[in-house]
């Protein structure tokens, strides 16, 4: 059975850091480019960032550039998100997931709707 995992959410102040992880099992990982995107109430489900299968190429999300990094860890079967100098407007439900295709990340966009497989999301709040 394929699964996807997220843990690492939390309470943050606005400045801080998280790591999130995002673990996979009933597939090899690093066989799959993987995405990462949020959701915050009342708004649409958005692209983070994502990680290329063939090359390791990554992508974000312009709100996310220069703060946020994704990376594999294939001896671990996991994905991780490396979120620096939080804002509160990255309050969210942080989820990871995994396409049905292949070479879906790349410089185009990370779009919800190339990705088959999701975890079940963990909380990120950012306040003071």
């Known amino acids: 059975q394929v699964q996807l995992v997220e843990s690492g959410g939390g309470l943050v102040q606005p400045g801080g850091s998280l790591r999130l992880s995002c673990a996979a099992t009933?597939?090899?990982?690093?066989?799959?480019?993987i995405g990462w995107f949020r959701q915050a109430p009342g708004k649409e489900r958005e692209g983070v960032a994502c990680?290329?299968?063939?090359?390791?190429?990554?992508f974000y999300s312009d709100f996310v550039k220069g703060r946020f990094t994704i990376f594999r860890d294939n001896a671990k079967n996991t994905v991780y998100l490396q979120m620096n100098s939080l804002e509160p407007e990255d309050t969210a439900v942080y989820y990871c997931?995994?396409?049905?295709?292949?070479?879906?990340?790349?410089?185009?966009?990370?779009?919800?709707?190339?990705?088959?497989?999701w975890g079940q999301g963990t909380q990120v709040t950012v306040s003071s």
């Open positions: 990680i290329s299968s063939t090359d390791d190429s990554t």
């Open positions: 009933g597939f090899t990982l690093s066989y799959y480019d």
């Open positions: 997931a995994a396409p049905g295709a292949d070479n879906v990340c790349y410089v185009s966009g990370i779009w919800t709707w190339e990705y088959e497989y």
